[in-house]
C-alpha cells in the first residue's frame, strides 16, 4: 500500500477551470474572460519593446549565472522601492526602507505574511477586503495567519461601499493588519477616490492598524505610475509604516520571468537593517536566493532613461487600451438598446471588472454564447478586443434584458 | 560554485547557444507557467534523475514540480509531508539529517513545521570516512515512518558516499523499519562525470519498491545558480496516489510562489529533449567533474610527495564539490592568517577553488600546517 492512500484530491482552480473549458470549446466566437493576464487587441499576449530591449542589452553584457544575494538583485530592489515610493519620498530618501526581491507578487506577499507571522505578536489576525482576490486568504493561512474581513463592494451599485467598510475598519481590534489593494482592485476593480484614501488613511492611523498594501498594477491601473501608486505614498506620509508587495507580472508583462519586491517601511535605517536580516532569514530555507531573469530585466527598464520612458509609454498604451474596451462595452450595451445602468464598468478600474451578472446570466454566456469567466460574474477586460467587444455586448444584453 | 581553472565562474557554452535559441525565437513570450511548472521541464527533468529505462516511469508513478532550485523542491517536499505524512499534520514526525549536512536542511524542515528534527552518523572523523555502523544504528533505532534527509551523491560538505553494498544495507534498513527516504541531488553528473553513477541510489531505491522524494538542482551540473531551476520528482505506488500528491503539492506551490520562474527551465528543458544540445551538455558536464577530479588526484598526489604526516586518500576517494580535509580548527586558522587560504573551521575545502597554478601552495600550506600545528 501507499504512504498517501488518504491523501485527497486537492479541488480543481476555478480560474483554471473555466480556461479547460474555453480551450475544448470549438465555437469561433468564443471569449476567454477569466484570463489574468494582458492581451493586445488581437488577442495576443503582449512582450512590451522595452523588455526586448533589456533582453538585448543584458545579453551583450554576457554576464554570469552566479548566485544572487538572498534578498535579491540590489539594482532591481532599490529602484522598485523608488518606482513605488517616489524618488522625493522621505522614507526612501533617508534610506528607512527594506525592500527585498520576491517570486512575483505571491511570493513577496507570503515573504511579509511569514514576517508578520514570526514577528507581529500582537495579533494573529489579517483583515482582507470583501472580496479580495482568492490566493490571499491560502496564502495568509498557510503563512499561520487568521483572516478576518471588512466590507469593501457594494453588489447593489457594484461600486465600492464606503461607509460599509469605514464602518467595520473603524471596529477592528487596535494592532490588528489590514490588507489594502493598492489600486485596480482585483477583482471588482473597485477603487476608493483619494478624499477617500485621505479617510481610509486617518482612520486607520487612529485604530493603530498595520497596514499591507498590495500593489499588483502601478501603472497598469490609470496609465500613471505615480497615479495608481498616490495611496501608498499618502499613508506613508501621514506617517504609517506599510508593509508593500509589488509585482512586475502585468505591468511590465513579465509573468513567468516571477518578478516582484517587498518592502517594509521602518522607523529608521538601522530597524530596516535589522528587519532585512530576518527577511534573508524566512528567505533562505524558501527557496535561498530568487531567480535573477525578470528582476534583471525590471532593473534595466528602470533604471535606464530612454527604456524607463518607453516603458512608461507602453504601461500606458496597455491600460488606456483597457480603459477604451471599457468605454466601447458600455456604449455597445447602450446601442444594443440595454436599460440597464453600466457605468461601473467605466467606473472600475485594472484588468478586472465585476459585471454584476448572476451565475445563472454567467452560466448563459458560456452555454450559449462561448463567453467564460468566473462564476461571480469577473471579467477580464484583457480579454475583449474591438473586434469582439460587440459580440460580448451582445450577449450580456440577451441574458440581461 | 564550480570555477574554471583560471579561477573564473563558467556559464556552459551549450547553455549560451541554448539561451541564444530562445532569445531568437519571436513565438516565445513571458507568459505564465503552469503551477507545477514547464511540462517538457518537469518530464526530462525526472527522466534525467530516475533513468530512461526506468519501471516507475514506464508505470507512469511519477509525478514532477518544477522548484525554485534544489531549495525550493525541499521545502515543497517538506511541506507536504508535514501536512500528509504519517496521518494528517503530523509535525511530530522525527526528521533526520545527517551529521554534518548541508546547515540549510535543518532550517527547511523547522520552517515546514516539523518539530522534531534530529541527526544520525555519517562522518567519521578518526578514520576520515563513512560511519555507516553509526548510520545504521541510527536507523535501526529510528521510530518507525522517520523520514530521513539522503545526499543522492556528493554529500554535502563531506564529499563521502555510501558505497553501492553500503546504500543496499541502507535500503534493507530503511524498507524493513519503514523510514522515508528524502534524496537530496544537487550535482547530478558533476561528482562523477557520470549522470548513472551519480543516480545510483536514487535508481536503486525505486528498484527496491520506495515511494520516495528527490529533490533536485540544476544549478551546479547547469551552472544556471541564479535562474533558479529545481525539481521535486515523485515516485509512488501507482499513478492514483501520484495524482493525489500532485494535486495537493500544486495548493502548496500556490501560496509559496504561485508559479515557477520560466527562463532557466525552458534552458535545461531544451538541452535536455535535444539528443545534440544533451550530449553537448554532457560533454560539458563531465568537463567540470573531470577538472574537479583531477584538482584531487593532483592535490594527494603532491601531499604524498611532500611526505605530509597522515593519510590523503580520502582526497581522491571523497567526491564532489567539497573535501573534509581532516584539518583541525587550529590547523585551519594557520592556513587563513598565515597562508590566506580560505576554507572553514571543519576542514572544509572548495575544489573548485583549486587551479593548476595554486596547487603547489596549497599543498606546501597544508604540509605545513599539519606539521606545525598539532
Same mark, same amino acid.
Given at each position: 500500500?501507499?504512504?498517501?492512500?488518504?491523501?485527497?484530491?486537492?479541488?480543481?482552480?476555478?480560474?483554471?477551470?473555466?480556461?479547460?473549458?474555453?480551450?475544448?470549446?470549438?465555437?469561433? /466566437?468564443?471569449?476567454?474572460? &477569466?484570463?489574468?493576464?494582458?492581451?493586445?487587441?488581437?488577442?495576443?499576449?503582449?512582450?512590451?519593446?522595452?523588455?526586448?530591449?533589456?533582453?538585448?542589452?543584458?545579453? !551583450?553584457?554576457?554576464?554570469?549565472?552566479?548566485?544572487?544575494?538572498?534578498?535579491?538583485?540590489?539594482?532591481?530592489?532599490?529602484?522598485?522601492?523608488?518606482?513605488?515610493?517616489?524618488?522625493?519620498?522621505?522614507?526612501? /530618501?533617508?534610506?528607512?526602507?527594506?525592500?527585498?526581491?520576491?517570486?512575483?507578487?505571491?511570493?513577496?506577499?507570503?515573504?511579509?505574511?511569514?514576517?508578520?507571522?514570526?514577528?507581529?505578536?500582537?495579533?494573529?489576525?489579517?483583515?482582507?477586503?470583501?472580496?479580495?482576490? &482568492?490566493?490571499?486568504?491560502?496564502?495568509?493561512?498557510?503563512?499561520?495567519?487568521?483572516?478576518?474581513?471588512?466590507?469593501?463592494?457594494?453588489?447593489?451599485?457594484?461600486?465600492?461601499?464606503?461607509?460599509?467598510?469605514?464602518?467595520?475598519?473603524?471596529?477592528?481590534?487596535?494592532?490588528?493588519?489590514?490588507?489594502?489593494?493598492?489600486?485596480?482592485?482585483?477583482?471588482?476593480?473597485?477603487?476608493?477616490?483619494?478624499?477617500?484614501?485621505?479617510?481610509?488613511?486617518?482612520?486607520?492611523?487612529?485604530?493603530?492598524?498595520?497596514?499591507?498594501?498590495?500593489?499588483?498594477?502601478?501603472?497598469?491601473? !490609470?496609465?500613471?505610475?505615480?497615479?495608481?501608486?498616490?495611496?501608498?505614498?499618502?499613508?506613508?506620509?501621514?506617517?504609517?509604516?506599510?508593509?508593500?508587495? =509589488?509585482?512586475?507580472?502585468?505591468?511590465?508583462?513579465?509573468?513567468?520571468?516571477?518578478?516582484?519586491?517587498?518592502?517594509?517601511?521602518? /522607523?529608521?535605517?538601522?530597524?530596516?537593517?535589522?528587519?532585512?536580516? =530576518?527577511? /534573508?532569514?524566512?528567505?533562505?530555507?524558501?527557496?535561498?536566493?530568487?531567480?535573477?531573469?525578470?528582476?534583471?530585466?525590471?532593473?534595466?527598464?528602470?533604471?535606464?532613461?530612454?527604456?524607463?520612458?518607453?516603458?512608461?509609454?507602453?504601461?500606458?498604451?496597455?491600460?488606456?487600451?483597457?480603459?477604451?474596451?471599457?468605454? =466601447?462595452?458600455?456604449?455597445?450595451?447602450?446601442?444594443?438598446? !440595454?436599460?440597464?445602468?453600466?457605468?461601473?464598468?467605466?467606473?472600475?478600474? &485594472?484588468?478586472?471588472?465585476?459585471?454584476?451578472?448572476?451565475?445563472?446570466?454567467?452560466?448563459?454566456?458560456?452555454?450559449?454564447? !462561448?463567453?467564460?469567466?468566473?462564476?461571480?460574474?469577473?471579467?477580464?477586460?484583457?480579454?475583449?478586443?474591438?473586434?469582439?467587444?460587440?459580440?460580448?455586448?451582445?450577449?450580456?444584453?440577451?441574458?440581461?434584458? | 560554485?564550480?570555477?574554471?581553472?583560471?579561477?573564473?565562474?563558467?556559464?556552459?557554452?551549450?547553455?549560451?547557444?541554448?539561451?541564444?535559441?530562445?532569445?531568437?525565437?519571436?513565438?516565445?513570450?513571458?507568459?505564465?507557467?503552469?503551477?507545477?511548472?514547464?511540462?517538457?521541464?518537469?518530464?526530462?527533468?525526472?527522466?534525467?534523475?530516475?533513468?530512461?529505462?526506468?519501471?516507475?516511469?514506464?508505470?507512469?508513478?511519477?509525478?514532477?514540480?518544477?522548484?525554485?532550485?534544489?531549495?525550493?523542491?525541499?521545502?515543497?517536499?517538506?511541506?507536504?509531508?508535514?501536512?500528509?505524512?504519517?496521518?494528517?499534520?503530523?509535525?511530530?514526525?522525527?526528521?533526520?539529517?545527517?551529521?554534518?549536512?548541508?546547515?540549510?536542511?535543518?532550517?527547511?524542515?523547522?520552517?515546514?513545521?516539523?518539530?522534531?528534527?534530529?541527526?544520525?552518523?555519517?562522518?567519521?572523523?578518526?578514520?576520515?570516512?563513512?560511519?555507516?555502523?553509526?548510520?545504521?544504528?541510527? $536507523?535501526?533505532?529510528?521510530?518507525?515512518?522517520?523520514?530521513?534527509?539522503?545526499?543522492?551523491?556528493?554529500?554535502?560538505?563531506?564529499?563521502?558516499?555510501?558505497?553501492?553494498?553500503?546504500?543496499?544495507?541502507?535500503?534493507?534498513? $530503511?524498507?524493513?523499519?519503514?523510514?522515508?527516504?528524502?534524496?537530496?541531488?544537487?550535482?547530478?553528473?558533476?561528482?562523477?562525470?557520470?549522470?548513472?553513477?551519480?543516480?545510483?541510489?536514487?535508481?536503486?531505491?525505486?528498484?527496491?519498491?520506495?515511494?520516495?522524494?528527490?529533490?533536485?538542482?540544476?544549478?551546479?551540473?547547469?551552472?544556471?545558480?541564479?535562474?533558479?531551476?529545481?525539481?521535486?520528482?515523485?515516485?509512488?505506488?501507482?499513478?492514483?496516489?501520484?495524482?493525489?500528491?500532485?494535486?495537493?503539492?500544486?495548493?502548496?506551490?500556490?501560496?509559496?510562489?504561485?508559479?515557477?520562474?520560466?527562463?532557466?527551465?525552458?534552458?535545461?528543458?531544451?538541452?535536455?529533449?535535444?539528443?545534440?544540445?544533451?550530449?553537448?551538455?554532457?560533454?560539458?558536464?563531465?568537463?567540470?567533474?573531470?577538472?574537479?577530479?583531477?584538482?584531487?588526484?593532483?592535490?594527494?598526489?603532491?601531499?604524498?610527495?611532500?611526505?605530509?604526516?597522515?593519510?590523503?586518500?580520502?582526497?581522491?576517494?571523497?567526491?564532489?564539490?567539497?573535501?573534509?580535509?581532516?584539518?583541525?580548527?587550529?590547523?585551519?586558522?594557520?592556513?587563513?592568517?598565515?597562508?590566506?587560504?580560505?576554507?572553514?573551521?571543519?576542514?572544509?575545502?572548495? $575544489?573548485?577553488?583549486?587551479?593548476?597554478?595554486?596547487?603547489?601552495?596549497?599543498?606546501?600550506?597544508?604540509?605545513?600546517?599539519?606539521?606545525?600545528?598539532?
Amino acid at each position: 500500500s501507499s504512504w498517501w492512500s488518504h491523501v485527497e484530491m486537492g479541488p480543481p482552480d476555478p480560474i483554471l477551470g473555466v480556461t479547460e473549458a474555453f480551450k475544448r470549446d470549438t465555437n469561433s /466566437k468564443k471569449m476567454n474572460l &477569466g484570463v489574468g493576464a494582458y492581451r493586445d487587441d488581437n488577442g495576443k499576449p503582449y512582450v512590451l519593446n522595452c523588455v526586448r530591449k533589456a533582453e538585448a542589452i543584458i545579453a !551583450s553584457k554576457k554576464m554570469d549565472k552566479e548566485y544572487l544575494p538572498i534578498g535579491g538583485l540590489a539594482d532591481f530592489t532599490r529602484a522598485s522601492a523608488e518606482l513605488a515610493l517616489g524618488e522625493n519620498s522621505e522614507a526612501f /530618501k533617508s534610506g528607512r526602507y527594506v525592500t527585498v526581491q520576491g517570486i512575483s507578487g505571491t511570493g513577496s506577499l507570503r515573504i511579509g505574511a511569514s514576517f508578520l507571522q514570526r514577528f507581529f505578536k500582537a495579533s494573529r489576525d489579517v483583515y482582507l477586503p470583501k472580496p479580495s482576490w &482568492g490566493n490571499h486568504t491560502p496564502i495568509f493561512r498557510d503563512a499561520g495567519m487568521q483572516l478576518q474581513a471588512y466590507r469593501y463592494y457594494d453588489p447593489k451599485t457594484c461600486s465600492l461601499d464606503f461607509s460599509g467598510a469605514m464602518d467595520d475598519i473603524s471596529k477592528i481590534p487596535e494592532k490588528s493588519v489590514i490588507l489594502l489593494h493598492a489600486c485596480a482592485h482585483n477583482p471588482t476593480g473597485v477603487d476608493p477616490r483619494q478624499e477617500q484614501w485621505k479617510e481610509l488613511a486617518a482612520t486607520v492611523k487612529k485604530r493603530n492598524l498595520l497596514v499591507y498594501f498590495d500593489m499588483a498594477y502601478q501603472g497598469f491601473a !490609470s496609465g500613471d505610475i505615480n497615479r495608481d501608486a498616490w495611496a501608498v505614498r499618502h499613508f506613508i506620509e501621514q506617517g504609517i509604516n506599510v508593509l508593500l508587495s =509589488q509585482s512586475y507580472a502585468k505591468n511590465m508583462g513579465l509573468y513567468g520571468e516571477r518578478a516582484g519586491a517587498f518592502t517594509v517601511i521602518c /522607523k529608521d535605517a538601522e530597524e530596516a537593517k535589522r528587519v532585512e536580516s =530576518q527577511l /534573508k532569514i524566512l528567505i533562505r530555507p524558501m527557496y535561498s536566493n530568487p531567480p535573477v531573469n525578470g528582476a534583471r530585466i525590471a532593473s534595466t527598464i528602470l533604471n535606464t532613461p530612454d527604456l524607463r520612458k518607453e516603458w512608461l509609454v507602453e504601461v500606458k498604451g496597455m491600460a488606456d487600451r483597457i480603459i477604451s474596451m471599457r468605454t =466601447q462595452l458600455v456604449s455597445n450595451l447602450k446601442k444594443e438598446g !440595454s436599460s440597464h445602468n453600466w457605468q461601473h464598468i467605466t467606473d472600475q478600474i &485594472g484588468m478586472f471588472c465585476f459585471t454584476g451578472l448572476k451565475p445563472e446570466q454567467v452560466e448563459r454566456l458560456t452555454k450559449e454564447f !462561448s463567453i467564460y469567466m468566473t462564476k461571480d460574474g469577473r471579467i477580464s477586460v484583457a480579454g475583449v478586443t474591438s473586434g469582439n467587444v460587440g459580440y460580448l455586448a451582445h450577449a450580456i444584453h440577451q441574458v440581461t434584458k | 560554485a564550480y570555477r574554471t581553472d583560471e579561477g573564473q565562474p563558467w556559464v556552459l557554452p551549450v547553455v549560451k547557444k541554448v539561451e541564444q535559441m530562445i532569445a531568437n525565437n519571436n513565438s516565445l513570450n513571458h507568459e505564465y507557467l503552469p503551477i507545477l511548472g514547464l511540462p517538457e521541464f518537469r518530464a526530462n527533468a525526472s527522466r534525467i534523475a530516475l533513468g530512461d529505462d526506468s519501471p516507475a516511469i514506464k508505470e507512469n508513478r511519477i509525478g514532477s514540480v518544477q522548484s525554485l532550485g534544489g531549495t525550493g523542491a525541499l521545502r515543497i517536499g517538506a511541506e507536504f509531508l508535514r501536512r500528509w505524512y504519517n496521518g494528517n499534520n503530523n509535525t511530530a514526525t522525527p526528521v533526520y539529517i545527517s551529521v554534518p549536512s548541508w546547515e540549510n536542511h535543518n532550517s527547511v524542515f523547522v520552517d515546514a513545521g516539523f518539530k522534531d528534527i534530529r541527526t544520525y552518523h555519517y562522518w567519521d572523523a578518526a578514520k576520515k570516512g563513512l560511519d555507516l555502523k553509526g548510520l545504521l544504528d541510527d $536507523m535501526e533505532k529510528a521510530p518507525e515512518f522517520s523520514i530521513f534527509i539522503l545526499h543522492a551523491c556528493a554529500h554535502n560538505p563531506t564529499g563521502t558516499d555510501p558505497t553501492p553494498d553500503q546504500w543496499k544495507q541502507i535500503a534493507a534498513v $530503511m524498507k524493513r523499519r519503514f523510514l522515508f527516504p528524502f534524496f537530496d541531488s544537487a550535482y547530478q553528473g558533476f561528482a562523477s562525470g557520470s549522470l548513472d553513477k551519480d543516480a545510483w541510489a536514487v535508481r536503486y531505491f525505486v528498484s527496491e519498491g520506495f515511494e520516495l522524494f528527490c529533490a533536485q538542482s540544476f544549478s551546479k551540473n547547469f551552472g544556471l545558480y541564479n535562474e533558479r531551476v529545481g525539481n521535486l520528482t515523485v515516485v509512488g505506488k501507482d499513478a492514483d496516489n501520484v495524482q493525489r500528491v500532485l494535486s495537493q503539492m500544486e495548493k502548496i506551490v500556490r501560496t509559496t510562489w504561485s508559479n515557477p520562474p520560466s527562463q532557466g527551465a525552458r534552458i535545461v528543458a531544451t538541452t535536455l529533449a535535444s539528443p545534440e544540445l544533451f550530449a553537448e551538455w554532457y560533454d560539458n558536464v563531465k568537463t567540470m567533474a573531470d577538472r574537479v577530479l583531477l584538482m584531487r588526484s593532483e592535490l594527494r598526489s603532491r601531499l604524498e610527495s611532500l611526505g605530509t604526516p597522515g593519510t590523503w586518500n580520502h582526497i581522491t576517494e571523497q567526491i564532489g564539490m567539497f573535501s573534509f580535509t581532516g584539518l583541525n580548527p587550529k590547523q585551519v586558522e594557520y592556513m587563513i592568517k598565515e597562508k590566506h587560504i580560505y576554507l572553514l573551521a571543519s576542514g572544509r575545502i572548495n $575544489m573548485c577553488g583549486l587551479t593548476t597554478k595554486n596547487l603547489d601552495y596549497v599543498a606546501k600550506s597544508i604540509h605545513e600546517a599539519v606539521t606545525k600545528i598539532q
